[in-house]
C-alpha cells in the first residue's frame, strides 16, 4: 500500500471518534508499529486534530468533514453497479478494495444520496464472474509492478508450454477471464486464457513500455492471435 493512501485509511479508521491503539492499527494496514507513529506524527503535522501518545492511545478530537462528492444519479448507479461486480469477484482483494471504496463514497455524498437501506435500481446475482480467477491477483499485482511472469499453458488441444510473458491487461468476457501479454518466447502478442494457466509464478524481473510490446501497440493492431 502506498502511504497516501495508507494516510488517507488511518483517517478513515479515526472517524469513527473510539480510541485506537497503535499495534492494532500496525496489525490493520501490515505495517510496523513505528511505521504508523510517523504516519500519525505526519497527520498531526497536517492540521489533523488526531490526540493521543505512545502505548495509550491514540483517537480523533473532532470530526473531519470533507467536501461533498458531486456525483449525477447516473455517476452514482454507475459507481454501485461496477463495485457489485467487483464484490461477486472471488478475488479478496478486490472485494475487501471494493466494500472500502464504497464506504469512503457514501461518507463524502450529499445528505439526499446517502443513507446505509438505500435501494439502488441494479444488482448483481450471478456467479459468473467468479469463474476462474484463480491467478488473478497474481495477475494483477503483476501489472501494476510491470513484473514478468513465468507460466505453464494448456491449451485446448492439451498441450502445455511453458512461457515468459509481459501481463498487460486482463478481461473478463462473460464466462471466462483472459489475459492480453507479450510472449517472450514468441517475440509477438498473445491472449491467454486464465483458467487454462497451469502454474504462475512473478518473476524478480521487471519490463518497461518497450515501443511495440506495450498495451497500446496490441490494441493497435487488426490481427491478434489468441489462444484457444
Known amino acids: 500500500m502506498r502511504r497516501t493512501d495508507r494516510l488517507f485509511e488511518l483517517i478513515q479508521i479515526f472517524r469513527d471518534g473510539r480510541l485506537k491503539l497503535g499495534r492494532d492499527l500496525a496489525g490493520h494496514l501490515g505495517?510496523?508499529?513505528?511505521?504508523?507513529?510517523?504516519?500519525?506524527?505526519?497527520?498531526?503535522?497536517?492540521?489533523?486534530?488526531?490526540?493521543g501518545e505512545r502505548g495509550v492511545g491514540y483517537l480523533l478530537r473532532e470530526p473531519i468533514f470533507l467536501p461533498p462528492l458531486n456525483l449525477s444519479h447516473i455517476e452514482m448507479e454507475a459507481l454501485q453497479f461496477g463495485m457489485e461486480l467487483?464484490?461477486?469477484?472471488?478475488?479478496?482483494?478486490?472485494?475487501?478494495?471494493?466494500?472500502?471504496?464504497?464506504?469512503?463514497?457514501?461518507?463524502?455524498?450529499?445528505?439526499?444520496?446517502?443513507?446505509?437501506?438505500?435501494?439502488?435500481?441494479?444488482?448483481?446475482?450471478?456467479?459468473?464472474?467468479?469463474?476462474?480467477?484463480?491467478?488473478?491477483?497474481?495477475?494483477?499485482?503483476?501489472?501494476?509492478?510491470?513484473?514478468?511472469?513465468?507460466?505453464?499453458?494448456?491449451?485446448?488441444?492439451?498441450?502445455?508450454?511453458?512461457?515468459?510473458?509481459?501481463?498487460?491487461?486482463?478481461?473478463?468476457?462473460?464466462?471466462?477471464?483472459?489475459?492480453?501479454?507479450?510472449?517472450?518466447?514468441?517475440?509477438?502478442?498473445?491472449?491467454?486464457r486464465v483458467d487454462r494457466i497451469r502454474q504462475i509464478k512473478q518473476l524478480e524481473a521487471v519490463f518497461s513500455d518497450e515501443a511495440g510490446k506495450r498495451l497500446e501497440d496490441y490494441l493497435g493492431l487488426v490481427d491478434v492471435k489468441c489462444l484457444p
Open 31 to 51: 505495517v510496523s508499529l513505528r511505521t504508523i507513529y510517523r504516519d500519525i506524527e505526519t497527520l498531526v503535522a497536517s492540521g489533523i486534530p488526531i490526540e
Open 86 to 192: 467487483a464484490k461477486r469477484s472471488s478475488d479478496s482483494e478486490l472485494n475487501a478494495a471494493a466494500n472500502s471504496l464504497l464506504e469512503k463514497v457514501h461518507a463524502v455524498l450529499p445528505a439526499n444520496q446517502q443513507g446505509a437501506d438505500r435501494i439502488w435500481p441494479m444488482s448483481v446475482y450471478s456467479d459468473n464472474i467468479a469463474v476462474d480467477v484463480e491467478h488473478l491477483p497474481i495477475l494483477r499485482n503483476a501489472i501494476a509492478g510491470h513484473h514478468k511472469l513465468k507460466i505453464d499453458y494448456r491449451s485446448l488441444a492439451d498441450t502445455v508450454s511453458g512461457r515468459v510473458i509481459r501481463p498487460l491487461q486482463v478481461e473478463f468476457w462473460g464466462q471466462v477471464w483472459t489475459c492480453t501479454a507479450w510472449c517472450e518466447a514468441r517475440q509477438d502478442f498473445r491472449v491467454f
